[in-house]
């Protein structure tokens, strides 16, 4: 990856963020070199106070942003790497079947609680791929739901999401498991999975995972700023003043609206919500001139 801008962010973004007038964003913002989106801004608050979003968060347990995935060429090795960088994870490296598609996957997780899902297909073979150099750019997003329902209603139904691939069902036999789970639970517990997307591809798509018969902590409170982790997902559109317009058609309330400069896209209109699970979701279109 490469730094595409670095420097302090738009003081305007400290109030749309709703944080303490004489907090400071820093950010760093990084790229896989040839490409134009998937982009990972790194934010660094001062002057306000902070938690983990996620702390010590399970793969089961809802609320927020779960991970950010990445294509990679080889998992083990990308493991090893990280390992040795003392990420953790969830489970060791493992072969499944994932509806049409047969991957190699790793959850590990980082400082501040951030968890990169690196995945590599194997079957069919990955096309349109053609600049993965370590980590490719970030693809899709996982979140852990508390009701599956109602967040197709809020992305599908109110966003204009497509659906882009859903499975449902336990692991086929007891064993090892890209979730950590007890080899004998993940023979039982059902996992549903929808992965949506707004163009009904997977480039930039919204992965969401609910589990039946299994519960614990709810971290939607804390997915906000300033806290730590992975804080919130940003999505270009063409309309701003439509997409709020549709949102207060049904209600939805609005974290800010804002015009700030963003680099490297230059001054744009802002729109931030939360999303049914707590998630923070940020939607931007170039401003017009006055």
């Known amino acids: 990856w490469e730094v595409a801008w670095r ?18 964003i820093d950010e760093m913002l990084l790229r896989n070199p040839g490409t134009d989106r998937g982009f990972v801004r790194l934010v660094r608050i001062t002057g306000a106070p902070q ?14 942003i779960f991970d950010l995935n990445v294509r990679v060429t080889d998992v083990p090795a990308r493991f090893a790497e990280l390992q040795a960088r003392d990420w953790q994870g969830y489970a060791d490296p493992i072969r499944f079947t994932f ?6 996957e790793w959850l590990g997780r980082g400082p501040d609680g951030v968890v990169f899902a690196l995945i590599q297909r194997e079957q069919p073979p990955l096309e349109g791929w053609p600049l993965i150099r370590g980590f490719s750019r970030s693809f899709n997003s996982t979140q852990i739901v508390r009701d599956l329902a109602a967040s197709l209603d809020f992305y599908v139904g109110l966003l204009g999401f497509q659906v882009y691939v859903e499975t449902e069902g336990p692991s086929p036999e007891p064993g090892p498991n890209v979730l950590g789970l007890p080899y004998e639970l993940a023979a039982t517990v059902s996992r549903h999975t929808v992965i949506v997307d707004p163009a009904g591809a997977n480039e930039g798509s919204v992965e ?5 018969g299994l519960s614990g902590r709810d971290f939607a409170e ?8 992975v804080l919130a997902l940003r999505f270009p559109v063409d309309d701003v003043p439509a997409l709020a317009k549709r949102l207060a058609d049904r209600n939805w309330p609005l974290e800010a609206r804002s015009r700030l400069a963003l680099p490297p896209y230059g001054e744009v209109e802002l729109l931030a919500l939360r999303g049914p699970n707590g998630e923070w979701l940020e939607f931007f279109e170039a401003a017009g001139s006055d």
């Not at 420097?7 to 400071?24: F, H, I, N, Q, S």
């Not at 702390?55 to 609320?63: A, D, H, I, P």
């Not at 509806?99 to 190699?104: A, I, K, Q, T």
């Open 7 to 24: 420097g302090e962010a738009d003081p305007r973004l400290v109030e749309a963020w709703r944080l303490p007038e004489a907090a400071r």
């Open 208 to 212: 969401l995972i609910e589990f039946d």
């Open 222 to 229: 804390r997915a906000r700023p300033p806290n730590l982790g």
């Open 99 to 104: 509806g049409p598609f047969v991957v190699r």
């Open 51 to 64: 938690q983990q979003i996620r702390s010590n968060g399970q793969t089961w347990e809802t609320g927020g």
